[in-house]
């Protein structure tokens, strides 16, 4: 069983950063897909960023946020960080962290942080 917490939501202004960070316990050596997902109120949840766990870690970004935010991983400390540079009030949401399988039989999913952009 995988268990994701995340932590690092708050209140920033338009132009500010926010670093999020996803705590797992267990083990998530199993689930090479790790990433970052948000939904705004009244849309539906979308990509925002993966990594893969292998050496290396291979990125995906969403079109959106490609050059503000960056996605890392430690496997050692079990932790997946979403640092987040020049945001948007688009930006607001409720960010879910996010560990699978490559075939997506096994998903597991963080309770949520959010995320406010306003001046």
């Known amino acids: 069983q995988v268990q994701l917490v995340e932590s690092g939501g708050d209140l920033v202004q338009p132009g500010g950063s926010l670093r999020l960070s996803c705590a797992a316990s267990?083990?998530?050596?199993?689930?090479?897909?790790l990433g970052w997902y948000r939904q705004a109120p009244g849309k539906q949840r979308e990509l925002v960023a993966t990594?893969?766990?292998?050496?290396?870690?291979?990125?995906n970004y969403a079109d959106s946020v490609k050059g503000r935010f960056t996605i890392s991983r430690d496997n050692a400390k079990n932790t997946i960080d979403l640092q987040m540079n020049s945001l948007k009030p688009d930006d607001t949401a409720v960010y879910y962290c996010?560990?699978?399988?490559?075939?997506?039989?096994?998903?597991?999913w963080g309770q949520g942080t959010q995320v406010t952009v306003s001046s």
């Open positions: 990594i893969t766990i292998t050496s290396g870690g291979t990125t």
């Open positions: 996010n560990a699978r399988s490559t075939d997506y039989r096994q998903t597991y």
């Open positions: 267990g083990s998530i050596l199993r689930l090479p897909v």
